[in-house]
């Protein structure tokens, strides 16, 4: 581990029960560690239908066609780890032995005292993986990855790096998923991207979890100037718990970052999901864009946007609906600003579906379930609206196949 | 085709239809004649089965059934199709797909675009930022999808300039004695349609049975859609209220 003088292991010691400042507190110690062999495959298409299907619906493709690369982590254990373009692609354990110089990186946007969550991650020494692109490198297709579940009562550790290095770009993919039969485990992430000066990485997370599922990410991402950050983020599956607060720090001069997040909460599941953008650079832009449904289950959207730079400029906007009795929609929007010169502005809504809206397309002829149906797919496609269009259309079909009218 | 019976409806406890009594015939247009604020739009909303408009009495009769009670989307299968003043935006829906959902799958929206010079709308979110004209094509262009048998058409010409109408009146034209007959019926039966106009231009594209006057939320006279046009060109809608040729049915 990247820590001479021990004193990561000892802060992280101490953080082992520590609350997260959000969400349901989880006994961590009741899960067992995910194990950390399995064998390894040499092509996702080596791995049984059953598996493959779990990744096709997570945007996972199996034959690795459209992608410059692959990864998934099945439980603890890598199992497969492929690049066809000139990307690093590497067990994130494997590429601090190869690079020296990534102990600059490690455990350094994302503190291991944080919380309980990413104490445990740390003191697993977790392995996840680590994504580079040299620079000036512009990666035409994305990089896949995909975390899977594959033991009951399993606690998952990750710990991944990207890196975009100057002038570079490059997209991700991450499909995380529970295998089926897989119903009660817990997933800890931690992620630390870095984008370096006019680097630019679009992040896209589909997480595709089962009903008793727990999930803890921890992602900070730090970008430099005229550096962008693009996070999509899909969950319409359920789940049982899901807290998040994905911070990205704007600390170049004309950085940008946008977080989308389109959500569903099924019954008995509570999403509580934030983006947070710290924009402490001159000219600094962001944009948060919420969309969450609850057919029962409670959906909270948390934003914060903070301007510390004049200049800035930032959006913030969620909106929620209650598609079911018993939903419970909690929307906090958080503007803070340390300095005069910024514009900053929120809009936050939540409710039913608008009645005329609905009553107008049954008009065309369509039942209520119907239209109520072309409505939510509508009010959820603004939220990933501007993401690349070969992952529109696979967010598209998981919007479909959620059975969102039924709830 | 259809029979107004009677009807007295409210929206949010206020009464803005009394005792309605009007009916179109099978093949037949009637237009309805009316000032701001007298209920033409309530009523066709009503027709079209829409929630706010409650019904306190009387019943709406189409091709012999009584639909007083049957839901917006009921409606729309038995072959009624409306063209609203103000429609909805439905943001995140493409016009594209409304289209094609109306259509059943049956169609292809840009072929049904094409005349109404809608093909660089299909792509973008209904109504959202559609200017008062592109409304008009856009609703005439779900209706040519829908193909109703019975079209309620609320001001299709209002807001539309010169040129355009031409298209506008050409498609409504098109659309009720287009080829395509209605379902359970002969081809050659045609389509009824039920018209709001303020200017009655759409007159010189459809050719109009009867005409209906609405003031007050009811109805205060009917007749011979041009001569009652011109009428109230002459003395304007006070004259009507006091309409000495009102006849029902
Ligand atoms: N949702 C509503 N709540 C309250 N009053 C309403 C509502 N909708 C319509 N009204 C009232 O009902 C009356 C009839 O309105 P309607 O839209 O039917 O008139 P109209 O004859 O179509 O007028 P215009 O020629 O201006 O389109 C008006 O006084 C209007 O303000
Ligand atoms: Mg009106």
């Not at chain 1, 791995?47 to 410059?68: A, C, F, H, I, Q």
């Not at chain 1, 259309?393 to 709830?407: H, L, T």
């Not at chain 2, 031409?166 to 007959?181: P, T």
Request: charge should be neutral; proline fraction near 4%.
């Amino acid at each position: 581990m990247q820590d001479p003088s021990g004193s990561l292991r000892k802060r992280a010691e101490e953080a082992r029960r520590k609350r997260a400042a959000y969400g349901e507190d989880i006994e961590v110690e009741k899960f067992d560690i995910a194990p950390r062999e399995a064998p390894a495959a040499e092509s996702l298409e080596d791995l049984g239908e059953d598996l493959k299907s779990t990744l096709l619906n997570s945007g996972v493709v199996p034959t690795g066609e459209g992608r410059s690369g692959s990864f998934l982590l099945m439980d603890n254990a890598v199992v497969h780890s492929s690049r066809k373009e000139d990307v690093e692609v590497l067990s994130t354990q494997q590429a601090l032995r190869k690079h020296d110089w990534l102990k600059d990186y490690y455990w350094k946007a994302v503190p291991p005292d944080a919380d309980k969550y990413t104490a445990t991650t740390f003191l697993e020494n977790a392995d996840g993986y680590f994504i580079r692109a040299p620079a000036g490198k512009r990666t035409r297709l994305p990089v896949q990855t995909c975390l899977l579940l594959g033991s009951r009562n399993a606690a998952q550790t990750v710990h991944n790096i990207v890196i975009v290095e100057e002038d570079a770009e490059l997209e991700v993919v991450t499909g995380c998923a529970a295998k089926s039969g897989v119903e009660k485990a817990l997933h800890l992430g931690i992620s630390e991207f870095y984008i370096k000066d006019r680097g630019k990485l679009t992040f896209t997370m589909i997480h595709n979890w089962a009903e008793q599922i727990g999930v803890r990410p921890r992602t900070t991402v730090i970008v430099g100037s005229g550096g962008a950050y693009i996070n999509n983020y899909v969950c319409l599956k359920p789940v049982r718990t899901i807290q998040m607060y994905p911070t990205a720090r704007l600390e170049g001069r004309d950085s940008f970052g946008r977080f989308n997040t389109v959500a569903i909460a099924h019954p008995g599941a509570e999403l509580d999901i934030g983006s947070r953008v710290i924009l402490s650079a001159p000219q600094a832009r962001a944009e948060i864009v919420s969309r969450s449904i609850t057919t029962g289950g409670k959906a909270i959207a948390r934003g914060r946007l903070v301007g510390e730079a004049p200049g800035v400029k930032a959006h913030l906007e969620c909106k929620g609906l209650i598609l079911k009795e018993g939903g419970i929609q909690l929307a906090i929007p958080e503007l803070e600003a340390t300095v005069p010169d910024v514009e900053m502005t929120h809009e936050a809504a939540v409710g039913k579906i608008a009645k005329d809206q609905v009553e107008y397309i049954m008009a065309r002829g369509l039942s209520e379930e119907e239209a109520v149906g072309i409505i939510v797919r509508g009010f959820l496609d603004v939220g990933i609206r501007g993401i690349p269009d070969n992952l529109k259309k696979e967010i598209d079909k998981a919007i479909s196949v959620a059975e969102i009218s039924r709830g | 085709m259809l029979e107004i019976e009677n009807l007295t409806v409210e929206i949010g406890g206020k009464t803005v239809l009394r005792n309605v009594n009007m009916s179109v015939l099978a093949g037949f247009t009637s237009v309805l004649f009316g000032p701001n604020g007298s209920g033409k739009s309530s009523l066709l909303m009503t027709i079209m089965g829409f929630s706010d408009y409650r019904v306190k009495e009387g019943r709406i009769v189409f091709m012999g059934e009584d639909i007083t009670d049957l839901p917006v989307h009921e409606r729309a299968k038995r072959g009624i199709g409306i063209l609203m003043q103000r429609p909805p935006n439905l943001v995140g829906v493409k016009l594209e797909d409304l289209v094609r959902v109306a259509g059943r799958g049956g169609v292809t929206p840009g072929d049904l675009a094409k005349p109404l010079q809608m093909n660089e709308f299909l792509g973008r979110d209904v109504n959202v930022g559609f200017s008062g004209g592109e409304i008009k094509r856009s609703e005439l262009l779900q209706l040519s999808a829908q193909n109703p048998c019975l079209y309620l058409l609320d001001e299709p010409e209002s807001g539309v300039d010169l040129e355009s109408i031409e298209r506008v009146g050409g498609a409504v034209k098109d659309l009720l004695v287009g080829r395509i007959g209605c379902a359970g019926k002969k081809s050659m039966d045609g389509k009824s349609a039920l018209i709001i106009t303020h200017t009655g231009q759409i007159l010189d594209y459809v050719e109009a049975d009867r005409a209906y006057v609405m003031c007050n939320g009811t109805i205060s006279c009917s007749g011979n859609p041009r001569e009652l046009l011109q009428e109230i060109r002459r003395k304007g809608y006070e004259e009507c209220v006091k309409c000495k040729i009102l006849q029902v049915a």
